[in-house]
C-alpha cells in the first residue's frame, strides 16, 4: 500500500503519468502474486460474454466552475440501443464478466474521444469478489491508454442489496487508496439510503430524480434537498442534482446551492461521443445567477436560502 500511495504521490507533482501508471499496474500485479485470497473468484474469464455493447456519455456540468466536471458512462447496445436491450442479459453467471468489461469499455472509449475530464462508470458491487484482485483489468485498462486513475469515479448502482456486510467498504477503501473517487447513485432511493451513507461514506452522493422532479412545486422535496446539502457539508462529500429537466428545477437547485447537474435540460447521453451542455440554457441559468461561481463558498459559509416559500 505504501508503494501504491508512493506512486500516487509522484503523479500529483507532475512525473510522467504513462511511466508511473506502468509501474502501478506492476507493483498491483506483483502484490497478487502470492495467489488469491481465500473465496476468491478472480480466476474467471473476463472475456467469457456472449453479446456485445457499447456506451453513451452525458455530462456533469459543474456551475460553480462554469465547465464540465466529468461524464457519466451509460451502456447501450451497439447500434445504440437503450442499456435495457444489454442489462436484460446479464445473469449471475455473467456478471463479473460483464462488470469488467464495462470498466474497459468505458475508458478505452473516452481516452479515444479525447474525454478531458472525470469519468463515471457504474459498477455492480456484487459483481466485485475481491477488491484488490478484481480492479486489475481497470488499472491495466488505464495504464495501457494513459487515463490517470484520479479521473475515474465508480458509482453504485446495486439495484439488490449487497450480500457480505462490510463488502462495499472494502471495495471504496481500495478505491480511495489508489486515487479513485466513488459515489453512491440514485441516493434516497431503494438501498442506497442513510444506512448506506453511514457505511460507506462515499466522496459523492448523487440524488434521486424522484427527488428532484418538480423539487421548485414542492416544499417537501426543497426540504429534504436543503438538509442533504447542510449534510453533505459537514461529511464532507459532493451532492449531484440527476436527472434535471426544467430550467424551474434547475434554478430551485441552485437556489439551494447544489451546482453540479445532469440531465435532458442540459444533455442527452450521447452514443460513442462526449456531448456538451446547451449552452443556451446554461447561458440563461448563468445569466439568472451571475453570483453562481461564487456560490459553493457561499454554502461553506453556511449561507442558506429560504426554503419554505
Known amino acids: 500500500m505504501f508503494a501504491l500511495r508512493l506512486v500516487q504521490g509522484q503523479l500529483h507533482k507532475g512525473h510522467d503519468p504513462i511511466l508511473l501508471f ?5 507493483l498491483w500485479m506483483t502484490s497478487m502474486n502470492s495467489g488469491p485470497a481465500p473465496g476468491c473468484n478472480r480466476c474467471r474469464d473476463i472475456a467469457a460474454l456472449d453479446f456485445s455493447f457499447s456506451m453513451a456519455f452525458q455530462p456533469i456540468y459543474d456551475f460553480a466552475a462554469a465547465d464540465v466536471w466529468g461524464w457519466e458512462a451509460l451502456v447501450r447496445g451497439v447500434n445504440g440501443e437503450g442499456a435495457f436491450s444489454v442489462l436484460s442479459k446479464v445473469t449471475d453467471e455473467n456478471r463479473y464478466a460483464f462488470d469488467q468489461q464495462c470498466r474497459i469499455r468505458a475508458i478505452e472509449l473516452a481516452h479515444s474521444l479525447g474525454m478531458p475530464g472525470r469519468l463515471s462508470i457504474n459498477f455492480l458491487p456484487n459483481a466485485v469478489y475481491e477488491p484488490k484482485a478484481c480492479i486489475r483489468a ?36 481500495e478505491y480511495r487508496a489508489m486515487g479513485m473517487g466513488t459515489a453512491v447513485d440514485d441516493f434516497g432511493a431503494g438501498y442506497a439510503g442513510l444506512n448506506l451513507l453511514i457505511r460507506l461514506q462515499p466522496d459523492v452522493l448523487k440524488l434521486d430524480m424522484d427527488l428532484i422532479r418538480n423539487i421548485d412545486k414542492d416544499r417537501v422535496r426543497r426540504i429534504i434537498v436543503a438538509h442533504m446539502v447542510s449534510l453533505a457539508r459537514e461529511l464532507p462529500c459532493t451532492l449531484i442534482a440527476e436527472g434535471v429537466e426544467t430550467l424551474e428545477e434547475a434554478r430551485c437547485l441552485l437556489d439551494l446551492g447544489i451546482t453540479l447537474h445532469q440531465g435532458y435540460l442540459y444533455a442527452r447521453p450521447a452514443f460513442e461521443a462526449i456531448p456538451r451542455p446547451d449552452p443556451t440554457v446554461l447561458a440563461e441559468l448563468l445569466g439568472a445567477f451571475p453570483d453562481v461561481i461564487g456560490l459553493r463558498a457561499l454554502t461553506s459559509a453556511g449561507l442558506g436560502t429560504d426554503i419554505g416559500k
Open 22 to 26: 506502468l509501474t502501478l499496474t506492476n
Open 138 to 173: 481497470t488499472v491495466e485498462a488505464a495504464a495501457r491508454v494513459g487515463f490517470p486513475l484520479e479521473r475515474l469515479q465508480f458509482e453504485i448502482t446495486e439495484v439488490e442489496e449487497v450480500r457480505a456486510d462490510g463488502h462495499l467498504r472494502r471495495i471504496v477503501d
